[in-house]
Structures are given as C-alpha cells and as structure tokens.
C-alpha cells in the first residue's frame, strides 16, 4: 500500500534504469512490487498480457519485478506521429491523434484514468515504484500536469529527484529545479541523487554537499556510470547506436524519423558474429553490409519519403543487385511492397504512395489496430518464433504465398520469389534465440550460444547489484507511503 515517485531534472537523466534496479531490488528484499509511469511518450512499446500497450520501459520494469505488463503499468502513452502530433494511447487502446495544445486541454481529464490505473496497481502490491517524465522544472507545463508533480500531489506520493552529472551542470539542475518549482510542489521532494558518474565519485563530495546545504533535500547517492545499460531495451531512439566494431557480419539498420519498436535489434547487437550499423540521416547504406533492415515506423508513409529523401531507396536497389539480404518489419515491410494506400487518414493526411517494390504485396491502412502477443512458426525452418503484433493496415499480395511464418496456422509475412526479401509484422522475432542462430546461419553468421532472455535477466541482477552497493536503497525504500 505504499509508493515512491522517481522524478528526473530532465528527459533521458536515466528514471527508466533507476527504476528498474529498485523494482528488483526491493522483489529481492520479498515485497511485491510493479512499476507505474502515468504517462509515457515513445514509440517504442509492448504487447501487454492483457492485450494493450505500454512504453517497454515499463515492459522492462514489469520483468524486473517479476511481473507480466499489464496497461496500468502506463495508462497514458503518447506516440509521435509528427513534430507537432502525437497517436493517444488510454490504458491501452488508442483512442485518437492530437496535436500537442489539444492534448494539453485534454490531460485534466485524463488524471481520472491515471489514478484509477494507479489505484489497482497500490491495491495488488506492497509497493509502487512510479517514474515521472520529462521534468519537474518545466513549469510552463504544470497546469494540468499528470506526469510529475500533478500526479505526485493528486496521490499524495514522495518524489526523489534525479540528476545527470554526465551530460555536465549537475548542481544547476537539482538546486535550479528547486528554485523553479512552486513551493507546494517542492515540499513533496524527499531527496535527490546523482546518476552517470564516471570515474571516482568522491571527487564530487563537495558538489554533494553543496546540493544538499541548498536545497536542505536529503541525499541518497552518487550512481556511477551503469556499463551493462546497453544490453537492457532502449525507450528512447535517440539512444540507438551502433553495436559494437567486430569482424562479424555487418547488418545494417535504417534509422527512420518514426523508427518504432526498435528494440527488436537488441538480440543482433548482442551476438558476437554480427556487426550492426544504425545508419543515420545522410548516411549512404553501407556496401559491404550482407542484410539491410527496414525497421517498425510510427508514420509508414511519412518514413517512406523520408527515407527517399536520403536515397536510401537507391541504395536499397543496389544492394539487391549486388545480391545483399533485406528484412522489413511492420511498417518497414509495408514499405517495401508495391503500394500503400491510406483512404481514411489513419496515419494523417488520407492519400497513396507507391512502395518500394521490392515485395509483390500492397497494404491499405485500416481503423483497426492489431495488438497481438504471437507464438509463430518459422515457415522455412519450423523453429518457434515468439513475438508480437502492433500495426495497423492490411497487407496482400503474390508474395504472401511465401509466408515468413505461421500464425495460429495462418500464413503471415510475405517473402520474394528468390527468397533475399523478407516482410513480417511479427516484432521480438530476434529473442527467439533458435530462430535468430538458423537465421543469422543463412547469413553466414557462425552460432554463438547467446541467450538474450538470460542476458537480460542477468543484466537486471547485475543493476540491482549496483544500485545497492551505491545507493542508500533502504532510505529510499523506506520513504514510500
């Protein structure tokens, strides 16, 4: 019946790992325990057991708690579209696009749901371990705020503040938030910690004591630098980046302006024979890469002519001819067809653009949305496929008679005549490990042994692990009401 609210100076200073490794921390001190994020803007989200979806940070946060997601875990979840719109997620189901001072006329309503979505969580658990967004200090958008300080206030929760000291002005923005906030809303501030320190904390004592004469908040700790952060899903894609440099085989990456669901390149960054590219905006695909993936998108046709913006589509069809392998992933496969069709303006503007033509399928966008956690079987190989479906459209064609995999017994996906192009809505497909080694072994990717489950849950100990040893966890346990 208790909870405590993880607050941050700023967006990406690191709440999403901070929550983490108290969830399993304080599962490994016995206490049932869920995350809780009221509202989330990503694009990269989960399937829940109950047939929603919510940010993967809290998919993320869920496991560390040794919990399936359910859409409570993030009742309000925000999915760019455009630089100025956004798809609303509610408890789950999409209920609607609004451009952002629409939204914001609309938030105060939307406190009911996030309360009541808080609610159940604070009546199954012994505790709640809630992540704010963005920041508190941003106080042009306090009135009708349901992420900070708005929702800490409406359900009475204890926040700690999170600073970043690497990307610089730690002090600023601790003592700075203070100084911003209204006093009511500061007087619900315990404490504050510092997080991404590199090199020897105590070079910072004086810093620490500083925060903590000025703003008389109670301090919990300095958290070095979490090296193991990057085997863990990422929420946000500006975080994606290149695997590391091997002489493996280069897989290379399109980084679409609305790259969704991106997560689903965690498992091939992890396997030692492989070397994946993010390619950026302006970047040529690399020529000696053996297979390109077109990855989820937020906005299909908006991220099919921005990736002919960046000719990318020329060199996609070089790379066909040079006899290179493509993969295309929900709206990464819609584009690779003939023609997508959008009659009714589900992703904006209603209208039609000719694909890539790379598939022998076309795909008319529907009202429909799929929300899907799917156990397939690879078509070729027969392997176990576990993964998920969220997309809308439909998509047909000659080339689904070449299905990727069988769900349910239905064929889905759609792969070329000479077997090099490959469509499939199914995301999560690389955490098969089975499948990922016979797929990777078509490429000439020697086995590796990786187990990306048993990665991550060795990743999630490993967070706990450093968070205790640095961290005052049973001060910041025992602050939660």
């Known amino acids: 019946m208790k909870a405590l609210m993880i607050q941050g100076c700023g967006s990406n200073v690191g709440k999403s790992m901070l929550v983490a490794g108290l969830c399993r921390a304080a599962k490994r001190r016995g206490l049932s325990v869920a995350p809780f994020k009221p509202q989330n803007m990503s694009n990269n989200a989960a399937v829940t057991a109950d047939g929603g979806e919510i940010g993967r940070a ?12 359910i859409v409570d875990m993030n009742p309000v979840l925000l999915k760019p579209e455009s630089d ?3 798809q609303v997620i509610v408890q789950g189901r999409r209920t609607g696009t609004l451009r952002a001072r629409d939204y914001a006329k609309r938030k ?37 705020d349901i992420a900070n300080m708005g929702f800490a206030r409406a359900a009475d929760v204890p926040v700690v503040l999170a600073g970043d000291i690497d990307r610089g002005g730690v002090i600023a923005q601790i003592i700075g938030t203070q100084a911003v906030i209204d006093p009511e809303d500061a007087a619900m501030v315990e404490g504050f910690l510092v997080n991404k320190f590199r090199g020897d904390p105590r070079l910072f004592d004086d ?19 979490f090296a193991q952060a990057h085997l863990l899903p990422a929420e946000d894609a500006q975080d994606l980046a290149s695997g590391p440099v091997t002489d493996g085989v280069l897989i ?15 498992p091939l960054k992890a396997e030692p024979g ?8 302006g970047q040529p695909i690399p020529a000696e890469a053996r297979l390109v993936i077109l990855p989820g998108s937020k906005s299909t046709r908006g991220d099919l002519a921005f990736l002919r913006a960046q000719g990318w589509d020329i060199d996609l069809a070089a790379h066909i001819r040079r006899g290179g392998h493509v993969l295309g992933i929900c709206g990464g496969y819609q584009m690779l067809g003939r023609s997508i069709a959008d009659p009714e303006g589900q992703e904006g503007t209603a209208g039609f653009d000719s694909g890539l033509g790379h598939l022998d399928v076309n795909t008319v966008m529907t009202p429909d949305k799929r929300l899907a956690r799917v156990t397939a079987q690879h078509a070729a190989s027969g392997l176990t496929v576990e993964g998920y479906e969220i997309h809308i459209g439909r998509t047909d064609g000659a080339d689904c008679a070449r299905p990727f995999a069988f769900v349910e017994g239905r064929p889905e996906g759609a792969i070329s005549a000479d077997g090099r192009i490959t469509g499939s809505y199914l995301h999560g497909l690389f ?20 187990a990306h489950a048993a990665t991550v849950e060795a990743t999630l100990e ?20």
């Not at 810093?207 to 630098?225: N, S």
């Open 58 to 69: 809290q998919a993320l946060q869920a496991l560390a708690c040794g919990l399936a997601p």
């Open 84 to 86: 100025s719109g956004a």
């Open 108 to 144: 105060p309503e939307l406190l009911g749901a996030v309360l009541d979505s808080f609610g159940r969580l604070r009546d199954a658990h012994d505790l709640v371990i809630v992540e704010g967004a963005g920041s508190p200090a941003e106080v042009n958008l306090r009135a009708g």
């Open 207 to 225: 810093g620490y004591r500083l925060i903590k004469a000025r703003t008389g908040w109670r301090g919990f700790g300095v958290l070095p630098w």
């Open 252 to 266: 290379a990456c399109l980084m679409l302006s609305r790259i969704a669901n991106f997560d689903d390149l965690d």
């Open 274 to 281: 492989v070397h994946l590219v993010m390619v950026a905006p």
């Open 431 to 450: 955490s098969s490990d089975a499948f990922r080694a016979a797929y990777l072994a078509g490429l000439g990717v020697a086995a590796s042994g990786h």
């Open 462 to 481: 490993a967070l706990a692990d450093h968070v205790e040893a640095h961290l005052d966890v049973a001060g910041l346990l025992g602050l939660a009401r």
